[in-house]
Structure formats: C-alpha cells, structure tokens
C-alpha cells in the first residue's frame, strides 16, 4: 500500500506586477496639460504671415519689372543713339564729299556712291519702322525718330535716281535734297531729342540722359555751297513786324468732314487717313512747318508728325497722313490735329483742330 504524507503542499508565490514590489503600489503619472494659443490668435498670425510673404514677392516682383524696364529703356535710347549717329556719319564722311564732287565736275559724279548711300538710308528708316522694342513713355519721340530718317531715306533715294540719269539735273535735285536733310536736322533737334529727355524724366531715369544723341547736322550744307540762301529762306523775315500766322483749314477723316467738337464714324471699308489741310495765313514765307496727327485710343497714344517744306504767304497745303492703328469695336476715341505754332506767332487759337472717331462694324 501506498503511503501519502500528510504534509500540505508548498505553497505557489505569484509573481507581482513591477511597481508594487514591496508591497506599495504606484501611481500612474498624469500626463501634463499643455496650453494651446486660442484660436483666433492662431487665425490672425496666419493671415498675418501669408500677408507677409504676399508683401515680399510682391516688392521683390515690382523690383525685377523696375529693373527690366530700366534695363529696357537704357537698351532703347542707346540703339537710337547708334542708328542716328550712323545716320549722321553717312551723310558727313560719305554723301557729302560724293555730292560736293558731283556739284564741281558733272564728269566726277559717282552714282554708285550715292546709290549706296541710299541703301543705307533706307536701312536705317526701316528698322527704326519696325523696331517693336519701343517703350511705351518714347513711342512719341520714336514717331520723331522715324520721321526724320524717312525723310533722310526718300531724299538720297530721289538724289540717286537723278545721279544715275541727267547729270545736268543733278545740282537742283541736290538743293531739294539738302533742303530735305535740314527738315530731318530739325525734326531730330526741336522734337525728338526734347520728346527723348521728357521721356526719361517721366520714367525716373535722368541720370541716363548722357546716352541721348546729341543732335548735329546731316551734313557740312554750307561747305556744299547751297546753304546760304536756304538759311535765309529759314530764318526772319526782312520785316521784323511782318505778321506770322498758321493754321489748320479744315481735316476729313475718311473722307468725311471732322469739325471742331465733331464726331466721325468709320464704318464698312472706311480707312483711318487724315487729308489736312494747313495754309499760311502770315506775311513771311514759312519753311519746315511742322503739323502733327494724334490718335488716342484705349490702346495707346498714336502721334504722326509730318512737315510742310515750305509755304509762301497766303499759300495752302493739303497732305494725307496714315499708319494709324485703329481701336476696338464701338469705341470712341479723341483726335486732334496741330499746325506749328511758328516763332512770334501771336495767334494760336486757329492752329489746333480737335473732335472724335468713333470704330464702327
């Protein structure tokens, strides 16, 4: 038989949990409580701050475009400083020494020369006339600019014409021609460059104004010999008292009457060309009369000058001027005309016409 102790089993010591070791029981830590901002704080800091970044790329923005168009206009005034200069030195190294040949021996005449120079004339006017770089503050000095080349341009182009025929021709078409170079001298010294320097102020940027042409004559007139009686044709009457008097007689638009305050509507094939009229209603003959078209439209400001050689007293001229670039649909834009004024002109009232066109189907 089997014998069982009576001894009780040994007891079976359970394992505690760590943290009540020695019998006391720990507390479990509370985590802290952490303050939040209150909401609308959070809010206003925000706007704040995207109002901050807005306001810096918006400065560092308007920086680059300051710059650019600095950049640009600096770009600009001294590419025409070149063109004109160019300009210029043709007709003083080159035109004038082939035409002063031409005038003393008809047999030392050099048509080719003057062909070339024509070429280059007509080099420099078209691209000036299709420069697309023009900011917008000199687009009126740029009108300016391209009128005087042009002018340049289509009177050594008449010139070599005549040099490649008649030579016995050739002195009277070198008069008119001079007599043209002397308007360009007039149009790039009493419009372009003050138009030029205005523009450069408009725009902040005097201290560019050492990069402006500084206007000099075509060429040497005097030296040609054909200048003195030109230069008193130009200058004051013999009579100091002699009366001075321009003014515009009468504009159509389309071939449409524009009067003082009047309106005119384009519509159909209508086509954007001034016929001006301008007559001298003085006691002295006038030369280089300077007359100018303006359109503004929403677009742009569209200024074209042009210049009447010359008008005896009680003479009057009609020219044709386009090339305007017309507005939107329906819209109405101003149009003025101006006539001079000339020196010692007393009245003016009568050298402006102004009114309205307005851009039909």
Not at 52 to 69: H, P, R, Y
Not at 256 to 268: R, S, Y
Not at 284 to 304: D, F, H, K, S
């Amino acid at each position: 038989m089997e014998r069982r102790s009576h001894r009780s089993a040994p007891s079976v010591r359970r394992a505690r949990p760590r943290g009540q070791e020695g019998g006391v029981r720990k507390r479990p830590t509370q985590s802290r409580r952490v303050r939040a901002l209150p909401p609308w704080l959070t809010l206003f800091g925000s706007i704040v701050f995207l109002l901050l970044c807005f306001a810096f790329i918006f400065f560092v923005a308007k920086s680059c475009v300051a710059t650019q168009e600095s950049s640009q206009i600096r770009k600009y005034v001294t590419g025409a400083d070149s063109v004109l200069s160019d300009s210029a030195n043709l007709g003083n190294e080159q035109l004038q020494s082939t035409i002063s040949a031409g005038l003393e021996d008809p047999a030392n005449l050099d048509a080719a020369a003057i062909k070339g120079a024509a070429d280059e004339s007509q080099k420099y006017y078209l691209g000036s006339l299709r420069n697309e770089e023009v900011p917008p503050k000199f687009e009126n000095a740029h009108h300016y600019m391209v009128t005087a080349l042009g002018i340049r341009a289509a009177a050594t182009e008449s010139l070599a014409a005549v040099a490649q025929g008649d030579s016995e021709e050739f002195e009277e078409a070198a008069s008119s021609a001079v007599e043209d170079y002397k308007l360009s001298d007039a149009v790039v010294r009493d419009h372009y460059a003050p138009a030029s320097e205005d523009a450069l102020k408009e725009s902040g940027q005097r201290g560019d104004q050492g990069y402006l042409y500084e206007p000099k004559p075509f060429m040497d007139y005097e030296a040609l010999g054909l200048g003195s009686s030109s230069a008193r044709e130009a200058g004051m009457p013999e009579d100091p008292n002699a009366l001075r008097d321009v003014r515009v007689v009468e504009v159509k638009l389309a071939g449409q009457p524009l009067l003082p305050g009047g309106n005119v509507v384009l519509t159909g094939s209508d086509e954007l060309v001034f016929s001006i009229t301008v007559a001298n209603a003085g006691e002295a003959a006038e030369t280089g009369l300077q007359v100018e078209a303006v359109l503004n439209t929403r677009a742009e400001r569209q200024a074209i000058p042009f210049a009447v050689e010359r008008m005896e007293p009680g003479g009057v001229t009609t020219v044709e001027v386009r090339g305007f670039k017309p507005g939107e649909f329906n819209e109405t834009a101003p149009v003025s005309i101006e006539a001079g004024p000339v020196e010692y002109e007393q009245r003016k009232e009568d050298n402006t016409l102004a009114g309205t066109v307005t851009f039909g189907i």
